[in-house]
């Protein structure tokens, strides 16, 4: 097994990309989809971090309030603070933490990053695309199958994206594997959900798929698959047996490994 008794500050990314708890929902869905992230640390105003900001968060404010206004499209923002969303007291370490430990809490708090603070500071945080890095860099060669979760969270690529938008929140699951005929075609997650914020509820989730999905064999060592993933900032790997998908490996599967 791989030592992953690494300092977390090692892995961090910084500087942070932060939003204020006064600014309204729909400043963190722009912010979210313009800076290509997951989740965005809330600050209060005197800069210090008070709360997180997820795509699910946003996810579920977008449709809830789509839902009570006749007509609306896939996603409606009410003109709200983000301070009234956001979770509060966000889980961080100190840098000095070990990644072992932060990937373990990953795992325990089913969340895909944790912040690092430094001298009573937020410094940065760790995601589980961080943990891709290392795992790539430690070159750990254990089979794609030992960590892969089954079944696999698929929806047709006919299927309207209201459909896949609601499952994703009803599965709780960031991403949905798009099939034609069994087969993956693409991927459908938060990211495409937000982008599709202005289109008609019955759009084919065809049309708003992310088409650039990585399938890999079961054999695949997990190091190949996160090198892939990292250069791809592909968030998941569909892994196939025998010829057919069988499973997924998600960024909480390849904190499993670290941690």
Do not use: C
């Amino acid at each position: 097994m791989a030592n992953f008794e690494i300092p977390a500050r090692e892995y961090m990314s910084s500087p942070l990309k932060t939003v204020r708890g006064s600014s309204f929902i729909d400043h963190a869905h722009r912010q979210l989809q313009q800076l290509r992230v997951s989740a965005l640390p809330v600050v209060d105003d005197d800069d210090r971090v008070v709360g997180v900001i997820s795509r699910t968060d946003v996810l579920k404010v977008g449709r809830r309030e789509a839902n009570t206004r006749p007509g609306a499209r896939l996603l409606a923002f009410p003109a709200k603070p983000i301070s009234e969303f956001m979770t509060p007291d966000p889980i961080s370490v100190s840098a000095d933490t070990p990644l072992s430990e932060v990937a373990a809490l990953m795992q325990k708090h089913r969340v895909h990053r944790i912040f690092v603070d430094e001298d009573g500071e937020t410094v940065g945080l760790v995601t589980t695309r961080d943990l891709m890095h290392a795992i790539r860099e430690k070159q750990v060669r254990y089979p794609l199958s030992d960590y892969m979760s089954s079944p696999l969270f698929t929806i047709r690529a006919t299927e309207p994206v209201s459909m896949a938008t609601e499952r994703l929140e009803k599965a709780r699951i960031t991403g949905l594997v798009v099939v034609d005929d069994e087969w993956p075609v693409g991927i459908f997650t938060q990211v495409e959900a937000l982008e599709s914020r202005e289109h008609p509820r019955d759009t084919p989730v065809e049309q708003v798929m992310n088409p650039a999905i990585l399938v890999l064999d079961e054999h695949t060592p997990v190091f190949r698959a996160a090198a892939q993933a990292a250069v791809m900032q592909a968030r998941r790997v569909v892994v196939t047996r025998d010829g057919g998908p069988e499973g997924i490996v998600t960024g909480l599967d390849f904190a499993r490994i670290v941690g």
